[in-house]
């Protein structure tokens, strides 16, 4: 391990200013980030504790809900206002580890995890990810459990947030802040594709942090749910999995949201799906005919090709259920 500066930040303008010089990683929860230090992925010359920083308030104001970025999973999937609004992200938060992670991972930590790539946490693996330009060994190697979507020739890593899939299927904006201003950005543009720089993840400009998320409060006839398929049945991550919310009027679907997890680079929204769904009568067939639209763009590989049947089976027995 080589030498590191640790500083403890007691305020968001304290840990902007210590996270505006390169090579610094914000920690709080950790869970994450310290088994990639260990392991010698991921070794930082500055890291900046921030688990002490107020901001782990969750309230209803504005007809949203608002969730402090330090605010921990266990403590938001127990929230009553979350599980009357936004079942599916309640749900989605209990799918994710195990309670003893998430009595201790934030809500912003979980957003900004790594993937679970296995040739990114190996050291001496070729990955884009961690050394740009080496090359991304699932391509032509094990790749059962990467993504077919948002993929290109550097990288075919999956994400492995299933909050932030259901967050996606919410429209939820997240607040970024710096020492100098903040910004609000929807979910659905704060992570990226890899395309040529697969090391780039998200648009968090250097010194700004993840502050809060905003959620808009469901209507009443509304309906969501978090659905995760994995390969065994505790703290695992997703093979394939969906977050629906569906709303309906007179028999016919007047609003949905569909995102899944396990198949793209990062979470993936299933926008033609939705424009299909829009308007149809409630039967399984609709859904069957619009979860033919849920493949569109794929990539998928010899051994990840699978997933494109088990995303529709899903989609459609997730809707059915709703």
Same mark, same amino acid.
């Given at each position: 391990m080589r030498p590191f500066e640790y500083h403890r930040a007691y305020?968001?303008?304290?840990?902007?200013?210590?996270?505006s010089s390169d090579d610094t990683a914000l920690v709080a929860?950790?869970?994450?980030?310290?088994?990639?230090?260990?392991?010698?992925?991921?070794?930082?010359?500055?890291?900046?504790?921030i688990s002490r920083i107020a901001g782990g308030e969750l309230k209803v104001e504005g007809g949203r809900l608002k969730i402090g970025a330090l605010c921990r999973?266990?403590?938001?999937?127990?929230?009553?206002?979350?599980?009357e609004h936004c079942p599916m992200i309640a749900e989605a938060l209990l799918e994710s580890a195990s309670p003893q992670v998430r009595n201790?991972?934030?809500?912003? @930590?979980?957003?900004?995890?790594?993937? #679970?790539?296995?040739?990114?946490?190996? *050291?001496? =693996?070729? %990955?884009?990810?961690?050394?740009?330009?080496?090359?991304? @060994?699932?391509?032509?190697?094990?790749? #059962?459990?990467?993504?077919?979507?948002? *993929?290109? =020739?550097? %990288?075919?890593?999956t994400h492995p947030s299933d909050l932030a899939v259901a967050l996606t299927a919410a429209d939820a904006q997240l607040t970024l802040r710096d020492s100098n201003r903040e910004r609000r950005v929807p979910i659905g543009e704060f992570y990226l594709?890899?395309?040529?720089?697969?090391?780039?993840?998200?648009?968090?400009?250097?010194?700004?942090?993840?502050?809060?998320?905003?959620?808009p409060v469901s209507t009443l006839n509304s309906r969501s749910h978090y659905v995760k398929i994995r390969d065994r049945a505790s703290f695992e991550f997703a093979v394939v999995s969906v977050a629906?919310?569906?709303?309906?009027?007179?028999?016919?679907?007047r609003d949905v949201r569909l995102a899944a997890g396990g198949v793209g680079t990062i979470p993936w929204r299933l926008r033609a799906m939705e424009q299909t769904l829009l308007g149809a009568e409630v039967s399984e067939s609709a859904f069957r005919a619009g979860a033919q639209?849920?493949?569109?763009?794929?990539?998928?590989?010899?051994?990840?090709?699978?997933?494109?049947?088990?995303?529709?089976?899903?989609?459609?027995?997730?809707?059915?259920?709703?």
């Amino acid at each position: 391990m080589r030498p590191f500066e640790y500083h403890r930040a007691y305020s968001e303008a304290e840990a902007a200013q210590l996270a505006s010089s390169d090579d610094t990683a914000l920690v709080a929860g950790g869970t994450d980030f310290l088994p990639l230090w260990r392991a010698g992925v991921y070794q930082p010359r500055r890291v900046v504790d921030i688990s002490r920083i107020a901001g782990g308030e969750l309230k209803v104001e504005g007809g949203r809900l608002k969730i402090g970025a330090l605010c921990r999973m266990s403590e938001l999937a127990d929230s009553a206002p979350l599980r009357e609004h936004c079942p599916m992200i309640a749900e989605a938060l209990l799918e994710s580890a195990s309670p003893q992670v998430r009595n201790r991972a934030t809500v912003g @930590g979980n957003l900004m995890q790594r993937t #679970r790539c296995a040739y990114y946490r190996a *050291v001496g =693996a070729p %990955c884009n990810k961690r050394e740009l330009k080496s090359g991304c @060994g699932a391509i032509g190697g094990e790749h #059962r459990l990467h993504a077919v979507f948002g *993929v290109s =020739a550097h %990288c075919i890593a999956t994400h492995p947030s299933d909050l932030a899939v259901a967050l996606t299927a919410a429209d939820a904006q997240l607040t970024l802040r710096d020492s100098n201003r903040e910004r609000r950005v929807p979910i659905g543009e704060f992570y990226l594709c890899p395309q040529e720089h697969p090391h780039l993840e998200t648009v968090l400009r250097r010194g700004e942090m993840v502050a809060s998320v905003d959620i808009p409060v469901s209507t009443l006839n509304s309906r969501s749910h978090y659905v995760k398929i994995r390969d065994r049945a505790s703290f695992e991550f997703a093979v394939v999995s969906v977050a629906a919310a569906i709303e309906v009027s007179q028999g016919c679907v007047r609003d949905v949201r569909l995102a899944a997890g396990g198949v793209g680079t990062i979470p993936w929204r299933l926008r033609a799906m939705e424009q299909t769904l829009l308007g149809a009568e409630v039967s399984e067939s609709a859904f069957r005919a619009g979860a033919q639209r849920a493949v569109d763009g794929a990539v998928p590989l010899a051994d990840n090709r699978f997933k494109l049947d088990l995303l529709q089976r899903l989609l459609v027995r997730t809707l059915s259920e709703l």
